[in-house]
């Protein structure tokens, strides 16, 4: 016989049959799994106080764990709708390491929502022999803005995203799951960089940098709700896109 467990939004386990009569419990196991595989590599390295950053191509789940303990909330909310079932308190943020990038009077002014995945597009750091292309902007769904901008090559429609994975690449901040192609990712940021007049290191660090824009308040508030100091935590990321925005994010907290 196997005994099946389940993991819960408070990053408890539950059994099958548990799961099966209250599956609220389990609405939030998901971003808790995150938290908790941060959690067991904590205890094996001797930290008690981590800020954990589960971040993907899309979104990033912020959580913060105090004494060797996930902080939780007793009712959180998913979208407009409050649960009543205690989870672990993850905070989602809408950036990641396929985010977009979107420009404001021919200057870079955001990362994201939207990513690669949403706009349907390839990332410029995995694509072998990108070759030459240019910089245009889209909308990622057809209610966008038209303020992202994408890659295509010669006039043909966007293929690939100009990525902060992409970004951390070309800044040697990448050396684990994140690595890709080099040439693809110089040849990208090069063309960024005439589209923005600037250099393709310029625009790889200011990508990062609002990146990081974005997910610092969240940290912020996270540490202010709880009472807690960034200086008394260890900052863990994991996911795809973690080298590619934890290291700015932890910069620009201090």
């Keep these: 016989d196997v005994n099946l467990q389940i993991l819960r939004s408070d990053g408890g386990l539950s ?37 954990t ?10 959580a913060l764990i105090e004494g060797g303990v996930a902080r939780t909330r007793r009712e959180p909310r998913v979208a407009d709708v409050t649960v009543r079932a205690p989870s672990i308190d993850v905070r989602t943020v809408g950036v990641a390491g396929g985010s977009v990038p979107r420009v404001k009077r ?25 070759g030459e292309v240019e910089l245009t902007t889209i909308r990622p769904r057809p209610s966008d803005p038209d303020d992202y901008i994408a890659l295509r090559r010669g006039a043909g429609e966007a293929t690939h995203a100009l990525t902060p994975t992409g970004a951390s690449n070309l ?33 790889a660090k200011r990508m990062l940098e609002l ?16 009472d807690a100091r960034a200086d008394e935590f260890v900052m863990v990321g994991g996911g795809g896109g973690a080298e590619a925005v934890v290291p700015f994010t932890a910069k620009s907290l201090g």
Excluded: C
């Design 211 to 226: 990146a990081a824009a974005r997910v610092a308040p969240v940290v912020k508030r996270l540490l202010s709700e709880h």
């Design 15 to 51: 059994s099958a049959q548990m799961a099966m009569d209250v599956p609220v419990n389990l609405l939030m196991s998901g971003p808790a799994g995150g938290v908790s595989g941060a959690l067991w590599i904590a205890k094996n390295a001797g930290f008690g106080n981590l800020l």
């Design 171 to 203: 800044l040697g901040l990448t050396e684990g799951y994140g690595r890709g192609d080099a040439e693809s990712i110089r040849s990208a940021f090069a063309a960024a960089g005439r589209f923005l007049g600037t250099s393709a290191e310029a625009v």
């Design 53 to 62: 950053f589960d971040m993907g191509g899309t979104s990033t789940d912020v």
């Design 106 to 130: 021919g200057r870079l002014s955001d990362v994201g929502p939207r990513s690669a995945h949403i706009a349907g597009l390839d990332y410029e750091a995995f694509t072998p022999d990108l």
